[in-house]
T-cell receptor
C-alpha cells in the first residue's frame, strides 16, 4: 500500500510564480517529514523538513506546511526559478527510525520562462 | 566535507550473476541505509546498518544483503540477479539514524541486468 502519496505526477509553473507541491500520508506513526529534490541518475538532495510538532517551516524560498488532522503536507516555492525544475519527493519517517524513509512517487516540476 | 560516495557509478551484469556495491558515508556518520529506485516502484527502503549491525530491513528477498565495517563504510550484495533488479541503488548516511535526522544521499549506482 502507498503510505505516502503525491497525486500530481507533474506541475508546470511560470518563473517568478509560486509552486505548490502536495503530499498525503496515511500512517499515523509518521512524525517527521522531508522534501527532496532529484535530478535523473543522481541521488536526492535534501531541501527542507518538518517535525510533527510544528505546522510550518521556512527556509529561504521554501516553506513546508503540515496539516496533521488532514494528514497532508505541502511544499511552497516562492518565487519559482528555472533551476528549480526537477522531481520533488515527499518522504516520511516514524520516531526512532529516521533512516527508514517512506517516499512518495514524486512530482516533476517544470519552471518555464 | 566530502559527501556520500558510491562506487561503481554504473554496472552491467547478466542474470544469475551477483554484484557488490560500495558506499562511503559522510565522515562522522554512523548510520548507512540503502534504497532502490525503479520507474515502477519509486524509491524503496532496503536496509539500514548502524555500528556494523543491521538495524532495519525493508521488504526485499534474501538475495539482497549488506554489511557495514568498523569505519562505517557499507557494502550491499545482490545474488542471483534477476532482470527486475535493474535499478538505481542509492546509499544514504546520517549521524545516528534516529529521530528527526535528515539523510544525505550519494549519486547512486546504476545497475543494469541483461
Amino acid at each position: 500500500d502507498q503510505q505516502v502519496k503525491q497525486n500530481s505526477p507533474s506541475l508546470s509553473v511560470q518563473e517568478g510564480r509560486i509552486s505548490i507541491l502536495n503530499c498525503d500520508y496515511t500512517n499515523s506513526m509518521f512524525d517527521y517529514f522531508l522534501w527532496y529534490k532529484k535530478y535523473p541518475a543522481e541521488g536526492p538532495t535534501f531541501l527542507i523538513s518538518i517535525s510533527s510538532i510544528k505546522d510550518k517551516n521556512e527556509d529561504g524560498r521554501f516553506t513546508v506546511f503540515l496539516n496533521k488532522s488532514a494528514k497532508h503536507l505541502s511544499l511552497h516555492i516562492v518565487p519559482s526559478q528555472p533551476g528549480d525544475s526537477a522531481v520533488y519527493f515527499c518522504a516520511a519517517s516514524a520516531s526512532g527510525t529516521a533512516s527508514k524513509l517512506t517516499f512518495g512517487t514524486g512530482t516533476r516540476l517544470q519552471v518555464t520562462l | 566535507k566530502a559527501g556520500v560516495t558510491q562506487t561503481p557509478r554504473y554496472l552491467i551484469k547478466t542474470r544469475g550473476q551477483q554484484v557488490t556495491l560500495s558506499c562511503s558515508p559522510i565522515s562522522g556518520h554512523r548510520s548507512v541505509s540503502w534504497y532502490q529506485q525503479t520507474p515502477g516502484q519509486g524509491l524503496q527502503f532496503l536496509f539500514e546498518y548502524f555500528s556494523e549491525t543491521q538495524r532495519n530491513k525493508g521488504n526485499f528477498p534474501g538475495r539482497f544483503s549488506g554489511r557495514q565495517f568498523s569505519n562505517s563504510r557499507s557494502e550491499m550484495n545482490v545474488s542471483t540477479l534477476e532482470l527486475g533488479d535493474s535499478a538505481l541503488y542509492l546509499c544514504a548516511s546520517s549521524l545516528a539514524g534516529t529521530s528527526n535526522e535528515k539523510l544525505f544521499f550519494g549519486s547512486g549506482t546504476q545497475l543494469s541486468v541483461l
